[in-house]
């Protein structure tokens, strides 16, 4: 069984909810205010925080909260991910930031250039402190849908469909989709099993990116981890349902050994119950990956 870091984890909580309200109000003003929509009770703000995403899009309201866990050892082994729950789509929320940070750098790769100054400052923020400013402008940088979905089939990714328009958090993966993007981001020469489109340099970007997200948002897949993790979370608040997607993906260290873990989920009544629910996920789905 991983070990799990439930002191460390558990004694920042409350700051975690604290600082998804104050990203939230930030939020208001860069994008402009809360958006109109169904005439529904008013959005949360943390819904706010990732509107930017398509909270206000009309959903059926799931009958049960669902979620998918998916776990490959870094360290050899099997090319598959162990899986535990239906590999079905999901709203990625703001997890889709590391697919859009992959894909610019692909795009500055394939120009032949490197970062510029301001992309450097709209990507920080939105790794480490899930921006969504930042956001709305990479994903216009990079062409939207069409821009991500390009890059994906390159990296291998064979179920994730980009958001309508600007809502880049309703773009659709799965669980297996998010472990090959991880491969492409996490996998070592040594132990290659993918041929990541992606050179060192972009790969080490988005990994360093990923290991210093703000300690608000340490929560999620790196709840099993030791203190060496990489990640990044997403979470939303549907209009429609009032329910939350929540999911976590990244590279966790357990007794010494490399996994990636992704986790999905939709339906829970809080965003509480939704963290709650990944972290039971992951540290379950790992603990099975180490018995296999």
């Known amino acids: 069984m ?19 309200l104050l990203a939230s109000v930030t939020a208001l003003f860069s994008l402009g205010g809360p958006q109109t929509g169904p005439a529904v009770a008013a959005p949360s703000l943390s819904e706010q925080a ?25 360290d050899g082994g099997s090319r598959k991910p162990l899986l535990q729950g239906e ?31 301001q992309e450097r400052a709209l990507a920080e923020p939105m790794i480490r402190n899930s921006d969504n400013a930042a956001t709305n402008a990479l994903w216009r940088e990079i062409g939207g849908a069409p821009g991500l979905e390009a890059a994906n089939k390159r990296m291998g990714l064979t ?20 472990i090959r993007l991880l491969l492409s981001v996490f996998d070592s020469a040594a132990t290659s099993r993918t041929d990541s489109p992606l050179n060192e340099d972009s790969r080490a970007y988005i990994r360093t990116l990923m290991t210093r997200v703000a300690s608000d948002q340490a ?23 009032g329910l939350w997607d929540v999911n976590s993906v990244g590279r966790v260290t357990v ?4 996994y990636l873990v992704a ?3 939709d339906g829970s009544v809080s965003m509480s119950d939704g963290v709650s629910a990944v972290e039971r996920a992951a540290t379950q789905a790992v603990a099975a990956t180490t018995r296999t």
């Open 263 to 265: 986790v999905l989920s």
């Open 219 to 241: 929560w999620g897949v790196s709840a099993v981890s030791g203190p060496d993790y990489a990640l990044k979370n997403g979470w939303l608040q549907r209009t429609a349902s």
């Open 159 to 178: 179920s994730t469909k980009g958001g309508p328009g600007t809502k880049w958090g309703l773009t659709q993966t799965t669980a297996s989709d998010q």
């Open 87 to 117: 590999d079905a789509p999901y709203d990625t929320a703001s997890i889709v930031k590391v697919d859009i940070l992959a894909t610019l750098l692909l795009q500055a790769q394939d120009a032949g250039r490197h970062f510029t100054a």
């Open 50 to 74: 990732h509107a930017t995403a398509g909270a206000n899009a009309a959903v059926e309201r799931p009958s049960k909260a669902r979620v998918t866990a998916a776990v490959l050892s870094l």
């Open 255 to 258: 007794d010494g050994h490399r």
């Open 2 to 20: 991983p070990h799990v870091k439930s002191t460390s984890r558990r004694s920042g909580r409350a700051g975690v909810y604290a600082g998804v």
